[in-house]
């Protein structure tokens, strides 16, 4: 079946919690959004769990691949959808927002951001120093450059599948992805917006927030962003 939209979740060792996470996603899509579940390999957790509790408009993918960034990039490339719909797999972020973020790029957005530092959004949670570097980071590049979010670094967006063709993705990690491609469509100046979502730190589990793979990926991005400014 040939669905207009696709909402891809990269999964790692989420284990039996994720088969809660998914039914929420799984009750706010519309008919014509497809779920793509990407993961590693068939020895995670994640689908020990899942396999027997999958709807009709899903698919789990193997990636064979490590990385968040990597399980995207597969998972696009597997996907039928014009829109592109990217959320993460540890319950942070609000299922209700998919077909709003999807809604936007149907109008004719190239990004559609899910912001928590936006007017009305929230980051509920520990505010430790994931917190401080994502948001310090996002307002930076927001009044400095102008790229229409303050929340560059959240990696729940949708995307037009024809940009994200254009552009290619490059990260090798999955911290600084959405950055990547709001970066580029800045650079290409492509329509970015952004509205406001509340996001909840995950209750399960450990984060895989790695600031040394973050840190070095968002210098260059932003390097990135000064030396090719038009």
């Known amino acids: 079946m040939k669905y207009n ?30 779920i793509i579940i990407v993961l590693d390999n068939s020895d995670d957790s994640t689908y020990q769990h899942l396999k027997d509790n999958i709807h009709k408009n899903t698919k789990i993918e193997f990636s064979n691949t490590g990385g968040p960034a990597s399980a995207i990039k597969y998972g696009i490339n ?11 797999g ?22 559609a ?3 928590r530092y936006s007017k009305g959004g929230k980051y509920i949670g520990k505010k430790g120093l994931k917190y401080y570097l994502s948001k310090t980071s996002g ?34 990690n999955g911290f600084t992805l959405g950055l990547e491609m709001v970066v580029k469509a800045k650079l290409l100046k492509k329509t970015i917006v952004e509205i406001p979502t509340i996001w909840i730190d995950r209750e399960f589990g ?3 927030f790695n600031m ?15 030396f090719r400014r038009k």
Do not use: H
């Open 5 to 34: 939209k696709s909402l891809i979740i990269p999964c790692k060792d989420e284990g039996e919690d994720f088969v809660y996470i998914y039914n929420n996603f799984y009750n706010k899509v519309s008919e014509n959004t497809e």
């Open 78 to 88: 597997q996907s039928s959808g014009n829109i592109v719909c990217i959320a993460m």
């Open 90 to 111: 540890d319950g942070s972020d609000d299922p209700d927002q998919v077909e709003a973020l999807c809604g936007l790029v149907e109008r004719g957005v190239d990004v």
């Open 113 to 115: 951001v899910a912001s």
């Open 139 to 172: 307002t930076f590049l927001y009044y400095l450059f102008r790229v229409g979010t303050k929340d560059s670094t959240n990696m729940y967006k949708a995307y037009s599948k024809k940009f994200l063709e254009e552009v290619k993705i490059e990260s090798d």
């Open 206 to 208: 450990e984060s895989k």
């Open 212 to 226: 040394k793979k973050f840190l070095p990926s968002y210098i260059y991005w932003v390097k990135v962003l000064i």
